[in-house]
């Protein structure tokens, strides 16, 4: 057998996976990355600096922020994954992120952003007293915590590839990681992000998205380029190929898109987009101080609800083109017919299809700047993350506890706390990615159902919690407790093999509910027990409380 060729048009370049000047270009990159937080740690800096910028970004960076935070390894690997192995359904979860975009920007950003507090969780403290604050932070911290955990563990698969497959099996669908790779290719993205995070706050982080948001766009704009290049069709031919009804599994093209059947075991129906995923979204925008922080550095209200809606439709373009690589590698990989002479030597397998194209398909350079752009995703989501758990973590938790334990103390401003709590939160991220190594299982999950899965797992007694703080005069410290543990049992109990297990012995049934519907299921009943509490503080409700400080 001839050896195999990365395919570039009718140029053909000996298959080298990952060479020299690849892994120049990736140090490169990681050392930009570091030297930009190193500058900005020179900066004097306070709390408020550190977390908030002073609320002085421009709207299109807080955009485009949003954007290279809510995007992650899961979606470089899992969009491309859904559309080369079933359709473009996954797309339509988005109906929902709009609607859901739409409810956060008239409803949530007035009445936290006018909080006046470092994050969001100061409005639960405004309306349900200093416990109910910690409590939330404390869900979010959890929450946050373990679903950035399950991206750091997505992020590791191509890494792993890259740094420990021998060249025989980085060109061979055989090839899977160990658990100590792995866990030392978490370590490294880990460290790497928490390192330049910890040096710039809040400002860093957003100005080193919007660098990586364009290497991402980039890198999926040249993917796009050289796969429509290598297919021997035209654009409208390949169309032709892609809506035919026998290239998608079930009998659907691989363009189909919406599914109108009310069944909850599938998890991308329009169904599920119109309720599922705006819960999900609205949960994501609203109460997760990872993305609502990027509003709270806006320069106005309204800056920061226009924001989020430039971020969800640039969302959508960015996750289309995920998907369209998607379909062009079914092609590619999967239809020799149509392919012909040029159709590749080492089909994936099992593997990750994209990311398996970057690496054996590409010439030199091109697949540096590839995994490039792969990095970039992964840390843009890591960054901001850590940037947020920090925030919530000093003025939510160890401030309150701080005055209520040392009445006496002065509050804290130096710059050495928010960063130690960086530090704290990058460390502690990176030990759940490593459990999740063993946690994941790829028998009963794709990627973008598991991370969707552990993400919901915080939101949902928040979300709760929150849409009774905004829409009604009811609830009080301990409801806010009860709803939040009301909805973490909401969760467990909708968990796929437990779900089976109790629903077969009630009803002789097993019941399977798809991931979409666990958000509408638990903020129904979290908001529920959170609105049966009676208000123990009136005043709190008739006048609000004046903006604080943290």
């Known amino acids: 057998m001839d050896a195999p060729t990365h395919l570039l048009g009718s140029l053909a370049f000996p298959l080298a996976v990952f060479g ?114 910690i409590a939330v932070s404390t869900m979010f911290l959890i929450g946050r915590m373990l679903g950035s955990g399950v991206r750091l563990f997505i992020a590791a698969f191509p890494l792993c590839l890259l740094i420990f497959a021998r060249p025989n099996e980085a060109a061979s669908a055989a090839y899977e990681p160990t658990a100590v790779q792995l866990i030392l290719a978490i370590v490294l993205i880990g460290c790497v992000g928490t390192f330049y995070t910890a040096f710039g706050g809040i400002r860093t982080v957003i100005w080193i998205d919007v660098i990586q948001f364009f290497i991402v766009a980039g890198a999926a704009l040249l993917s796009i380029f050289i796969l429509l290049h290598a297919i021997p069709r035209s654009p409208i031919q390949i169309f032709h190929v892609l809506a035919d009804k026998a290239s998608g599994p079930n009998g659907h093209a691989k363009l189909f898109l919406c599914d109108f059947k009310l069944d909850f075991s599938k998890p991308y129906t329009f169904w599920a987009a119109i309720f599922g995923a705006t819960f999900l979204n609205a949960a994501a925008y609203g109460v997760d101080q990872d993305l609502a922080q990027r509003f709270l550095v806006a320069k106005s209200v309204t800056r920061g609800a226009l924001s989020l809606v430039w971020a969800q439709l640039i969302s959508i373009a960015v996750i289309s083109a995920f998907l369209l690589i998607g379909l062009l590698l079914y092609i590619f990989y999967g239809r020799p017919d149509i392919m012909g002479a040029s159709a590749p030597h080492n089909p994936p397998g099992a593997q990750a299809a994209y990311p398996w194209f970057l690496l054996n398909q590409l010439p030199t350079v091109l697949s540096g700047i590839s995994i490039v752009g792969f990095f970039a995703i992964a840390q843009g989501s890591m960054d901001s993350a850590i940037n947020a758990l920090a925030s919530s973590a000093v003025s939510d938790i160890y401030e309150p506890l701080r005055r209520r334990f040392a009445p006496g103390a002065a509050k804290s401003d130096d710059i050495a706390t928010p960063k130690i709590a960086v530090a704290a939160m990058g460390l502690c991220m990176s030990a759940l990615g490593v459990v999740c190594v063993f946690l994941y299982d790829k028998n009963n999950h794709t990627l973008i159902d598991f991370a969707l899965g552990i993400l919901s797992f915080g939101w949902t007694g928040m979300l709760g919690v929150f849409l009774t703080a905004l829409l009604t005069r009811r609830g009080n410290t301990t409801s806010v407790i009860l709803a939040l543990a009301g909805g973490v049992i909401c969760f467990t109990v909708v968990q796929p093999r437990l779900l089976q297990w109790w629903t077969a012995a009630l009803f002789h049934h097993a019941f399977h509910l798809a991931s979409t519907w666990w958000m509408p299921a638990g903020t129904l009943v979290s908001f529920a027990i959170c609105a049966s509490g009676r208000p123990r503080h009136p005043a709190r409700i008739a006048s609000p409380a004046a903006p604080q400080a943290a």
């Open 20 to 133: 020299p000047v690849d892994w120049v270009i990736v140090a490169i990159y990681f050392a930009v990355m570091i030297y930009i937080g190193v500058i900005a740690s020179r900066k004097n800096q306070d709390t408020r600096e550190y977390f908030l910028a002073h609320r002085s970004i421009p709207t299109w960076a807080v955009a485009i922020s949003i954007v290279a935070t809510s995007l992650s390894a899961a979606t470089f690997v899992g969009a491309p994954d859904e559309s080369f192995k079933g359709n473009i359904s996954y797309l339509v979860l988005n109906v929902g992120g709009l609607l859901a975009v739409l409810v956060v920007a008239t409803l949530f950003v007035p009445k936290l952003y006018r909080a006046g507090t470092v994050t969001i969780y100061g409005y639960v403290d405004q309306r349900f007293g200093e416990a109910a604050r």
